[in-house]
């Protein structure tokens, strides 16, 4: 199974920061990854897809980018609704794998 | 509007079984593949299952294959997952998705394996 490995777990932010999370993939995904904002008790919400492209309603502060086999979400000037987990997910191969999680939680 | 609702959680016995049904509407449901993906309690995602749209081909994890059965009936526009020789690590919260889009997912539904 392809593994993505996120990073960081967790981190500690401010309001008004740029925040960057990272995938690495095991493998060659291509652009199949996505990026999904969970807040507690809610369902995922996709924000990124194929790597690159802003899901629909999600603000323009969100971006995805990729290098390689490294993929990243980035918040530029982070609101407090931002505070939330992020999970990437690779869907190039079966199995879909997720990322670990990265917890963002404020100073 | 696309809407996906799951319902048939709850609390069941080690062994016992369960199953879970998703209801779709809003798209032409016979289109998509569908699959289920569990979110432990404080834990990250996890893929459980997928079923081709025509519901000819299924796909499972180690974890749960020989256990767990994906199904749907396109005339319900419905998707199901029956979970038999349900363990504790199999408590998890799940939800209904749409693989290859990942875009709409129900609002979960929790199952506790617990005696």
């Known amino acids: 199974d392809i593994q993505m490995t996120q990073s960081p777990s967790s981190m500690s932010v401010s309001l008004g920061d740029t925040v960057t999370i990272t995938c690495r993939a095991s493998q060659d995904v291509g652009i199949y990854v996505n990026w999904f904002q969970q807040k507690p008790g809610k369902s995922p919400r996709r924000m990124i897809y194929r790597a690159t492209n802003l899901a629909d309603g999600v603000p323009s502060r969100f971006s995805g980018s990729r290098s390689g086999s490294d993929y990243s979400l980035t918040i530029s000037s982070l609101e407090s609704e931002d505070v939330a987990d992020y999970h990437c997910l690779q869907y190039d191969e079966y199995p879909p794998t997720f990322g670990g999680g990265t917890k963002l939680e404020l100073k | 509007e696309v809407q996906l609702v799951e319902s048939g959680g709850g609390l069941v016995q080690p062994g016992r079984s369960l199953k879970l049904s998703c209801v779709a509407s809003g798209f032409t449901f016979n289109n998509y593949w569908m699959t289920w993906i569990r979110q432990a309690p404080g834990k990250g995602l996890e893929w459980v299952a997928s079923i081709t749209n025509t519901g000819g081909s299924t796909y499972y994890p180690d974890s749960v294959k020989g256990r767990f059965t994906i199904s749907r009936d396109n005339a319900k526009s419905t998707l199901y997952l029956q979970m038999n020789s349900l363990r504790s690590e199999d408590t998890a919260t799940y939800y209904c998705?749409?693989?290859?889009?990942?875009?709409?997912w129900g609002q979960g539904v929790m199952v506790t394996v617990s005696s």
């Open positions: 998705t749409r693989p290859w889009y990942f875009d709409y």
